[in-house]
């Protein structure tokens, strides 16, 4: 990345770099998904070639590793290093569903962890059950699970449902989850709530208190590829307030604070931001097995002070 592809507050005198704990690199694996969320915005488009990267574990394995090398805390040569300090790297693997791509998401976790990385997952849960469960979680620090609703109606409308009518049980998904912090104490669980028009109105609270996450992240829906199910500033204000008591884990995201606050790399190996507010869709990078992280990632726009404002926690804890 160029220094001026950095975005910076305007101040004369130059601040000391922000520090977090970890640098979170999010691969968005694979664009498929057992869901039909009506907000998804795992949506690629320009595909540059026909097949998703992991389909391959030897390139998979090359993107990790160049993305390791040019990212990894002791490569100063990043001119990321001016603005932002990090003690690890972290590799979160999302998608799309990761976890339909079975083996292939554990031969890429294992990779990861062997390159040097830190892994986290997030997943919708669907296909996270104890086996699963079982082999992954020795292997992440973090394992994320998106929920929007304790209300099978309001899941069958958003479209958090598979073909076969199948919803998450959420008697399931507390006891996969107790079993991946007894086999992994030192596991994080993180929930992610999209905001939307269903489930604006809902009191989370009971839903919280079951899963018992370390991290709580609402994240107003972003209208990227559809703004159907979009909400207003005093809707998403008003379900904030009512979920207040669990401050201290949450984590909230505007539409505004999820803009180029992301490090984020395609099925394909692009790195990708989402367009300024009002334009939607994508901007992508050339691919990063092609031209290199540093040359890839000079095409994009970051904001180290936006990604460094996301960890907000007493703990500094990645989000
Ligand atoms: S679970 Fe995630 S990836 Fe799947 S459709 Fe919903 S938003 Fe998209």
Request: proline share 5%.
């Amino acid at each position: 990345m160029s220094k001026d592809n950095l975005i910076f507050p305007i101040c004369p005198v130059k601040a000391a770099p922000a520090h977090v704990d970890a640098l979170t690199i999010n691969w968005h694996v694979t664009e498929a998904c057992n869901y039909r969320c009506q907000y998804c915005y795992a949506k690629w488009t320009e595909h540059p070639c026909p097949r998703e990267l992991f389909q391959e574990l030897e390139r998979s394995q090359q993107l990790l590793t160049e993305l390791f090398r040019y990212f990894q805390p002791t490569n100063t040569s990043n001119p990321l290093c001016d603005a932002l300090s990090w003690r690890t790297l972290r590799l979160n693997l999302a998608g799309g569903e990761p976890s339909i791509l079975g083996e292939r998401l554990l031969d890429i976790t294992r990779a990861a962890r062997q390159i040097g990385f830190e892994v986290s997952l997030i997943s919708n849960a669907s296909k996270l059950a104890s086996d699963v469960i079982k082999q992954l979680a020795p292997q992440l620090t973090c394992l994320g699970i998106s929920l929007d609703s304790a209300h099978s109606e309001t899941n069958l409308a958003i479209g958090r449902v598979e073909r076969s009518g199948r919803q998450l049980s959420l008697n399931e998904l507390t006891a996969n989850l107790d079993f991946a912090r007894q086999i992994n104490p030192a596991l994080k669980i993180k929930l992610n709530t999209v905001v939307n028009a269903l489930n604006v109105d809902e009191d989370l609270s009971g839903l919280i208190t079951r899963v018992r996450p370390e991290r709580w992240k609402v994240l107003r829906m972003l209208p990227v590829v559809d703004d159907t199910l979009a909400v207003t500033d005093e809707a998403f204000a008003a379900f904030v307030e009512r979920h207040s008591a669990f401050q201290s884990i949450q984590c909230v995201e505007d539409n505004s604070d999820m803009c180029e606050s992301y490090l984020m790399v395609d099925p394909y190996g692009r790195f990708f931001q989402n367009q300024p507010a009002g334009v939607g869709g994508y901007l992508y990078s050339q691919s990063i097995l092609s031209i290199g992280a540093a040359a890839a990632f000079s095409e994009m726009r970051f904001s180290p002070v936006g990604f460094s404002s996301r960890y907000v926690t007493a703990a500094g804890e990645a989000s």
